[in-house]
């Protein structure tokens, strides 16, 4: 199976079970937004932990009733996201959510050795893209939390973004290493893991998924620009995820493909204890919601 839109997530989460997910300085109005929509369909059951007039305040003027739900008064932002996330390494809960705070702040609470989620393996970033002009969801990785990742973290997130869509009903997706060029050149260390990578592929080091580069943008979503340069690949102009050469390439995609095409994205983090849907505060209310029912999707 493959998504083609943002709205078969619905379809995958609806009429499972109920997942509790709390809500990190959840004062914030598109979490809240977001958040009350996925309860009022019957998705997830939050727990609200910020600042309990801010939260009711918003909650109110969203028009919801929330006297049945679960807040915790935290309005220190650094107590909130450790009492969150000390929620969910203790199994009260199954998805943590980032609300009104820095991504960083977060993650390093997520990171944290006594009470933190971490699994032993990389945690990382995975968004999926519905654009208009591309013929099913797209993959990016990673646009938000490691930096500059390696050839041993690349394969991490490689594996990682492969058993998430694997897990979604991908299976084989097809995985395009991004680089500049679709030649390897020894300059560009991007090209260089990419050939790395789509050789350990075909020799099975790294499997479940079919990976090929280097390639650049336009040949990994157009199989009409690959064929004009005389590329076969089994990948471009199909790609299901694009690895990114680092933090700030992704980054300038993602952001570009939500205010330039106007793309509906969902995302997360993967590798942890728990699904954590860490979007960026800049993005809307729909965004939020998809990206709460991707993590609920993931843990299917
Ligand atoms: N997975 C697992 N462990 C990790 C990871 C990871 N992805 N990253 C770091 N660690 C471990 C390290 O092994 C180490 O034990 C500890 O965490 C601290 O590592 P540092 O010192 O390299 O990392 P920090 O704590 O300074 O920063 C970690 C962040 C994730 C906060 C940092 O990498 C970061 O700021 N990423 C970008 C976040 C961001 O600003 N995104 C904005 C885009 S929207």
Redesign the pocket.
């Known amino acids: 199976m493959v998504l083609r839109n943002m709205s078969d997530l619905k379809g995958i989460v609806t009429g499972k079970p109920v997942r509790k997910l709390v809500l990190a300085v959840a004062h914030d109005q598109h979490s809240l937004g977001a958040v009350l929509r996925a309860w009022r369909d019957g998705i997830i059951e939050p727990v609200f932990i910020g600042d309990s007039d801010g939260i009711r305040g918003i909650c109110s003027e969203l028009g919801y009733d929330i006297s049945e739900l679960s807040i915790i008064h935290e309005p220190e932002i650094d107590k909130a996201v450790e009492k969150s996330v000390r929620m969910l390494s203790g199994r009260q809960a199954d998805i943590l959510m980032k609300g009104k705070v820095g ?2 702040t977060l ?2 609470a997520v ?1 944290n050795k006594e009470w933190g989620l ?1 699994t032993g393996s ?3 970033h995975i968004a999926l893209f519905e654009v208009g002009t591309y013929h099913k969801l797209i993959g990016v990785t990673d ?5 500059a990742p390696n050839l041993k973290d690349k394969i991490a997130i490689v594996n990682n973004s492969v058993s998430f869509l694997n897990r979604l009903g991908y299976i084989m997706p097809k995985v395009a290493v991004l680089g500049a060029v679709e030649m390897v050149n020894e300059n560009m260390e991007a090209t260089l893991h990419a050939a790395l990578l789509s050789k350990m592929n075909q020799r099975e080091q790294i499997r479940n998924c079919i990976i090929d580069g280097p390639l650049a943008f336009d040949n990994a979503v157009s199989l009409e620009s690959a064929q004009h340069k005389g590329i076969k690949s089994e990948v471009a102009g199909d790609t299901d995820l694009l690895l990114m050469p680092d ?1 700030e390439v992704g ?1 300038v995609l993602y952001k570009s493909l939500v205010f330039f095409a106007q793309a509906k994205v969902a995302s997360m983090i993967l ?1 942890a204890k728990v699904p954590i849907v860490l979007t ?1 505060r800049s993005d809307s209310e729909q965004a939020k919601y998809d990206s709460i029912l991707l993590a609920a999707a993931s843990i299917l």
């Open positions: 991504t960083s993650l390093k990171l971490r990389l945690l990382s646009v938000a939390m490691n930096i933090i980054n590798g960026s």
